[in-house]
Structures are given as structure tokens and as C-alpha cells.
């Protein structure tokens, strides 16, 4: 794993529209460029990622310090680390138990595509975002 890379770097499958959808309102959010994002399709995912988590890509990865967090504990470590008003809605998902807040993310996840689409290929990062995008 990349220890190099001192932001968190998001994994997320780069053709769900759910997906996308997330990166987009975590970038709107994230002014000072906390965040770095990566498809799990990419090369960054590869390298720094266990087969696992590039095979079945049904999960958001969040790595940020050698940590390695997935499914919910993922969406709750984004929340905490955007602050303000944010990091109390992730403070709040952490009380819920973790089988149970995993149960409500895989659900969500076995339907997103049925529900917010599928792209053919990855999203695109505008010009001012290439910075905070790894390939």
C-alpha cells in the first residue's frame, strides 16, 4: 500500500451512477481538496488495494493512513473527515451497530444500478479536478 499519499483516497466503482453521484457531493463539499478519488477499475486500486476489493466491486474503499475501511464504515470515515455538520451525521451512523449499518449499505448496493444506472466507462475528472483524481 502507498503510505505516500497523505489525503484519504476514495475507491469507488467508477461506472455506478450512485458512485459518481457520491464523488460529485463529496468534491462540492471539500473546497480545501482533502479528498483523492479512485476507481476501483483503476490502476491506483491495483496497486495499493488487495484483490478483493478490485474483484467485487460492490463496496466503497476509503484508505487514508494504512488504514483500509469498506462498505459503511467507509461512507461514516468520508463524513467524519468533511466536518462541520457532516462529521456529527458520521458520528451518528458510527453509534448504529456495524452489522447493521452493513446490512442497509449492501442493500443499497445490490440495487444501485438498477436504480441510478450503469456508465460504460468511468467518469471523466473535469480540469480542476485531475489533481485530486488517481488513476
Known sequence: MDESIEQPVIFYDGVCGLC???VDFVI??????????APLQ???AAAMLPARDTE??????VVHRGQ???????IVKVFREMGGLWAVLGCLLWLIP????NFGYRIVASQ???LFGQKETCR????????????
Do not use: C, K, M, W
Open 20 to 22: 459518481n453521484r457520491f
Open 28 to 37: 462540492s463539499r471539500d473546497p480545501q481538496a482533502r479528498f483523492r478519488f
Open 42 to 44: 483503476g490502476a491506483t
Open 56 to 61: 467485487n466491486i460492490r463496496s466503497v474503499v
Open 68 to 74: 483500509v475501511l469498506r462498505h459503511s464504515s467507509a
Open 98 to 101: 456495524r452489522p447493521l449499518r
Open 112 to 114: 444501485r444500478y438498477r
Open 124 to 135: 471523466l475528472p473535469t480540469p480542476d479536478e485531475r489533481t485530486r483524481f488517481l488513476n
